[in-house]
């Protein structure tokens, strides 16, 4: 059984438990950190310990699935609030060539973000400057992008004078100084895969734009990247919380001599051509970046393939694109006219019928999957059919989780099977149509925007009134449960130890129990 060290981006189920959970259906072995040496949002994890954990742990590994974020700062939000010097980083650093010299069979697979820029003002995740200042520092970046590269008007000139101006010393100084520090970081990361210390990367970008600083650091980086002739061992591309997953995916294949085949069919003809929202790219460039990455190839027929990947898309993109908070008739036009919801699912029921593996990226909508497709699923009696699903936030969070799980469950479909994969994968596929769909899209509005406002609350700030708030999350989690998945095949779901992670009504955390003929089968997500 080869082992796999992962060292998650934070301790947010979607970082630590779901590649746990894809891990589960395998047979691999995974082990992580205790909970205890991780940190909570935006304090650090204990680095040190970790260090040292991590030191033990790849005495006898095969593979290390590393976020550097965490392994230097803390966790993805510490890495946006540090204070360190760039020789605290590169020292830190120095860990990954400490194991491999006592570990050298050891293969590491690595993913680093590119600090995001947040087109709003908040300091939830960012610093305290960022409340007041944060709209201004994503638009300097955007125009300073743009200035760079002569494509700024005047009018646009004239406003990156303004903001430069505006914005107060030591906030632009705190700022530039911890983007510097974390790009030169990056830089030795593309180093460490050329000197074959780690042998894949992966530079996320995390809720980024067409310009901005994000988007001219990439191009940066993927100059050198270029330069170095790394192409093979370095992907670049929108994502964030569900790059550990495809990592684990890529490990599986490569362990496993798998090269799964992935065949693509989409809800709308533009779909393919939209970019998504929080994203710098066509839809069907960044899937081509997820199944790449982990481990897969695009084939164009639908009956001849591992996974056919159903990927209901918008028609348009950007601030186009719905969110799980909208209102039906607040969506734009193009949801009712350039989007098939009805030939979808038809063809998904035809292809489901002659046993071809179909897995669901539900990513039409922002945060939270497609209610009036999900519930035309289950009212047609195919939901509980699909190989796959996840729906939950952004394009990429989606598309990397639903893309794991696929070539692993299309994996064990074939000739190999385990006693255990089959419970495993199906309880994943069940806490995803919960979190994503339930939660997400059903539970989470109608508490945030019904239920919150009369409580003198927020979805961002719940006071003192989080136990509250979590019992009432939990009822109607239920209720979603008892009205939408209760005709499984597999038996009933229930859910225990609901909980908000960061005590605000952005994610979830529970364990799913698939009671099948009264045997319960629990998995932790």
């Not at 965490?70 to 020789?87: A, D, E, F, K, N």
């Not at 294949?253 to 066509?282: M, N, Q, V, W």
Request: glycine share 6%.
């Amino acid at each position: 059984m080869s082992k796999v060290i992962h060292i998650p981006l934070d301790e947010r189920p979607c970082n630590l438990q779901y590649p746990q959970a894809l891990a589960n259906m395998t047979d691999m072995e995974m082990v992580v950190p205790g909970r205890e040496l991780l940190g909570e949002m935006k304090k650090p994890a204990k680095v040190t310990l970790l260090h040292n954990w991590l030191k033990d742990e790849a005495k006898q590994a095969d593979y290390l699935i590393v976020s550097i974020d965490m392994l230097i700062y803390g966790g993805i939000v510490p890495s946006r609030l540090h204070t360190l010097t760039l020789q605290d980083c590169l020292k830190s650093l120095e860990i990954i060539q400490e194991i491999k010299r006592v570990n050298p069979s050891l293969k590491v697979f690595a993913y680093n973000l590119i600090m995001r820029v947040p087109a709003y003002s908040s300091s939830e995740e960012e610093p305290d400057y960022y409340e007041q200042y944060g709209e201004y520092i994503y638009r300097l970046g955007w125009l300073t992008d743009k200035k760079e590269q002569n494509l700024a008007d005047n009018e646009e000139l004239e406003e990156y004078t303004k903001i430069l101006e505006m914005l107060p010393e030591e906030v632009k100084w705190d700022y530039f100084e911890r983007r510097k520090v974390n790009h030169s970081v990056t830089s030795q990361i593309l180093q460490m895969v050329d000197s074959e210390l780690i042998d894949y990367l992966i530079i996320p970008l995390d809720d980024n734009s067409e310009y901005g600083f994000t988007a001219k650091e990439q191009r940066q980086l993927m100059l050198e990247v270029d330069r170095k002739n790394l192409l093979d061992r370095i992907a670049i591309y929108p994502g964030a919380d569900e790059i550990a997953c495809t990592l684990f995916a890529r490990v599986f294949c490569e362990s496993h001599s798998y090269t799964p085949e992935i065949a693509l069919r989409y809800s709308s003809t533009k779909g393919p051509f939209i970019i998504p929202r929080y994203e710098d790219r066509s839809l069907s460039e960044s899937i081509k970046s997820h199944i790449t990455a982990a481990g897969g190839v695009i084939v164009r027929d639908e009956n001849q393939n591992n996974v056919l990947l159903m990927v209901h898309s918008p028609a348009e993109g950007q601030k186009y694109m719905a969110e799980s908070s909208f209102a039906m008739e607040k969506r734009h036009r193009s949801y009712f006219s350039e989007v098939n919801i009805r030939e979808f699912v038809q063809a998904m029921k035809h292809q489901l019928g002659k046993g071809i593996n179909v897995a669901l990226a539900d990513v039409a909508i922002c945060n939270g999957g497609d209610h009036s497709l999900l519930q035309l699923l289950q009212k047609q009696g195919i939901l509980g059919d699909l190989l796959a699903y996840a729906g939950w936030n952004t394009n990429g969070n989606t598309m990397g989780t639903v893309v794991a799980h696929a070539i692993i469950a299309s994996y064990y479909k074939g000739e190999e099977t385990l006693p255990y994969h089959e419970k495993a994968s199906r309880t994943f596929f069940y806490s995803r149509l919960v979190e994503d769909w339930g939660y997400q899209s059903v539970v989470r509005k109608y508490v945030s925007y019904e239920v919150l406002p009369t409580m003198g609350l927020t979805p961002r700030y719940l006071g003192g009134h989080l136990e509250e708030v979590t019992e009432l999350v939990n009822r109607k989690m239920e209720g979603f449960i008892e009205k939408y998945l209760f005709d499984l095949n597999e038996g009933s779901i229930q859910i225990n130890d609901v909980h908000l992670p960061w005590k605000r009504m952005f994610e979830v955390g529970f364990t799913l129990s698939l009671n099948e003929k009264m045997e319960k089968v629990e998995k932790s997500l």
